[in-house]
């Protein structure tokens, strides 16, 4: 396993569909591995595929102690209920903002075996189940916010240390650039 770096907001890849996984083998596995690893270092919840610049429907989560994974994820939601609450995304480093998103969710998808299986989830668990899959589509959070709070949100963003740069490695300090002379 290994951890990798996790592309930031402005990479291309964040907004690439990802494709189907065909082949459950041992690269899907090792892809598995390294979302798990490079999740649990930079501390986050779920992480997806593209985040590593890889175009595949698969991403892991861990919430509530529980650490998981879906490959070619299928998403409902369960009942009508939505809430807002504060999200954040590891491609969009140290910003959370309040987004609103479906309370109950149902996931059917498969595990990196081929096997079937499917998760149930709601908050913290449905929000992150929602997160990820809408990076499969090249979706961010931002994406999800209102006009004037995604206008708020994008402006605020532009001003972070890491605006412009390709991608972060969650357990190192920051890259200083030399300027050229
Ligand atoms: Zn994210």
Partial sequence: MSVTPIRLLGDPVLRNPAAPVVDFDAELRQLVADLTETMFEAGGAGLAAPQLGVGLRVFTWFVDGEVGHLVNPDVSPVGEETEEAP???????????????????????????????????????????????????????????????????????????????????PVLPPVVKASPH
């Fill in 87 to 169: 999200e954040g995304c590891l491609s969009i480093p140290g910003f959370r903002f309040d987004c609103r998103r479906h309370l109950h969710v149902v996931a059917s998808g498969w595990n990196m075996h081929g096997e079937p299986v499917g998760v149930e989830g709601s908050h913290l668990l449905a929000r992150a189940v929602q997160h990820e899959t809408d990076h499969l589509d090249g979706v961010l959070f931002v994406d999800r916010l209102d006009a004037d709070a995604r206008a708020a949100a994008l402006a605020a963003i532009e001003q972070a240390e890491w605006a412009g740069m390709a991608e972060y490695l």
